[in-house]
């Protein structure tokens, strides 16, 4: 199976779950998760309060906001203007968000504005190889933002879904399919899984069962970089090595972040993902964050074919390049497999610790690297930790039994709007020092640890246990010039992707 065009392979179980309707709001958010975030703020819970005023803080998320659009979005060539889309398109999600969340309808009057005129103008996405990448990062995000905003007074929901399926999922679609012509092992991971997370949410707001389920048979059967087990191509004990950790980190990252949004989406709506091959997503996690946080790992030789020939290619060595850097993408990994499922993540839980508070869009750097994930994760996914088997056998307590995938649920009614939470105007209670209602510090890692300041330099974060820098004198990795993989005729492809 090389392309998304395959069928799904159904089992009695299977059956039945492809036909139970979609949940609404079902992708990165459920009324559920939004209803947890109200009950923390409500109770001045520092790592949540936190959490919201980076959100708050983000000049994406003013409701004086306005929007760009033109009807044609070009990534990459002659004539890139894409840059005011990726910004509006966090708007909207960002002021989506501060509705939801607080019932401030000047937030929620502000994203439907944006969605609406940028539903009613775009009709193409376009530009060299990297169309791709757009129609796969600002889809996903698109249709995230688009399934917040369901049922609001003069929402259209209609044209949102129209344009997504005339201008994003055709080349979603092309790409998987056919990689651009190109072998198939050519790209790397971060091209299948943006499309991948874009045909994944472009389903699940048409409420069209028959491409979520395409896009949940590739992340199992996919031929591409980005299907699961190719993406984390080797294992090494617990941890399992991602498949761009050759190259460099910081695609690493963001391949590790929109695998989560993948795994999320479909875990919201019934499917788990993040459980499938004994956890392999949880295993690639663990690798990047580990060598992130400047631990050694093991490396196998990666090796693949290029271009249209299929020539080959390898890297013998763990690239260095970018290596420490943060983007806001581990919360999301951390909650569910410690907080949800109350497995080990040590490093994730590490490295999620020293990156607190995530923050979103354009808080990581003004080019589109610093919008490729959506964030606000200490906000959006902190959960109470579950009790490990472990804790539980030494402690003498009854273990809290991992979190089933769950069933997809009736739908529920769009036309409501949210329990009002906190105010627009109330502002947030200061963090306190006593910081971590998580309880996540068992998760660390015990090769050193230390305090840390979050990048607003807010000090609570400092009470969390981190891992400490790279150790002095740590001989590093030689960094090394690394053949392009990029499309046929492309431009030398940037350093973003």
């Known amino acids: 199976m090389t392309g998304l065009a395959v069928a799904a392979t159904a089992s009695p179980a299977g059956a039945a779950h492809a036909a139970a309707p979609l949940t609404h709001p079902g992708m990165l958010h459920t009324e559920a998760d939004f209803t947890r975030i109200r009950t923390r703020l409500a109770a001045d819970d520092p790592v949540v309060t936190a959490g919201w005023k980076r959100l708050t803080d983000n000049p994406r998320s003013n409701s004086t906001w ?3 659009p033109t009807a044609t979005v070009v990534r990459g060539g002659t004539g890139q203007n894409y840059v005011s889309f990726y910004r509006d398109v ?6 989506a968000l501060r509705w939801r969340i607080s019932g401030a309808t000047t937030h929620g009057d502000t994203a439907r504005d944006i969605l ?27 249709a995230n933002a688009a399934e917040l905003m369901r049922g609001y007074d003069g929402f259209d929901l209609a044209a949102a879904r129209t344009m997504l399926r005339r201008a994003f999922l055709p080349s979603n679609e092309q790409f998987l399919n056919g990689h651009n012509g190109a072998c198939i092992t050519n790209y790397w991971a971060n091209w299948d899984l943006c499309t991948l997370a874009s045909v994944l949410a472009i389903g699940i707001l048409c409420d069209d069962r028959t491409i979520v389920n395409r896009a949940v048979t590739y992340a199992k059967n996919g031929a591409g970089n980005g299907a699961i087990r190719n993406a984390v191509p080797f294992l090494h004990g617990d941890l399992g090595q991602w498949q761009e950790s050759g190259r460099d980190q910081a695609h690493s990252l963001m391949g590790v972040g929109l695998m989560a949004t993948i795994c999320e989406m479909a875990w ?33 030789t990666y090796r693949w074919g290029h271009h249209t020939t299929c020539a080959p290619r390898e890297q013998t060595v763990i690239s260095d390049a970018g290596r420490g850097q943060m983007r806001p993408v581990w919360e999301m990994v951390l909650h569910h497999y410690v907080s ?20 979103g869009g354009g808080d990581y750097g003004p080019n589109s690297g610093g919008y490729d994930a959506l964030g606000f ?65 068992a998760q660390t890692t015990g090769d050193s640890s230390a305090g840390s300041v979050h990048p607003a330099g807010t000090a609570w974060a400092a009470t969390a246990a981190v891992t400490a820098a790279l150790a002095s004198g740590m001989a590093l990795l030689r960094r090394r010039q690394r053949p392009s993989r990029h499309a046929p005729g492309s431009r030398r492809y940037d350093d973003q992707r």
């Open 90 to 95: 966090h708007a909207a999600y960002q002021n």
């Open 116 to 142: 609406n005129t940028w539903s009613r103008t775009l009709t193409e996405v376009t530009g060299n190889a990297d169309r791709f990448l757009a129609a796969g990062i600002y889809g996903h995000q698109f």
């Open 340 to 359: 949800r499922q109350g497995l080990a993540a040590p490093n994730v839980a590490a490295i999620a610790a020293r990156g607190r508070v995530e923050g």
């Open 66 to 68: 306005k929007p760009a």
């Open 268 to 300: 919201n709506q019934g499917i788990d993902l993040y459980g499938y091959d004994d956890n392999r997503f949880l295993k690639g996690a663990e690798y990047v964050a580990r060598y992130n946080l400047g631990h050694q790992v093991p490396y196998t």
């Open 377 to 441: 994760g200490t906000l959006l996914y902190t959960r109470q930790r579950a009790v490990t088997r472990t804790e539980a056998a030494s402690s003498g307590q009854s273990p809290q039994p991992p979190a089933p995938a769950p069933a997809a649920p009736a739908p529920v009614s769009s036309s409501s709007t949210p329990s009002q939470g906190p105010t627009e105007t109330a502002a947030a209670p200061a963090p306190t020092a006593t910081a971590n209602a998580l309880d996540l510090t």
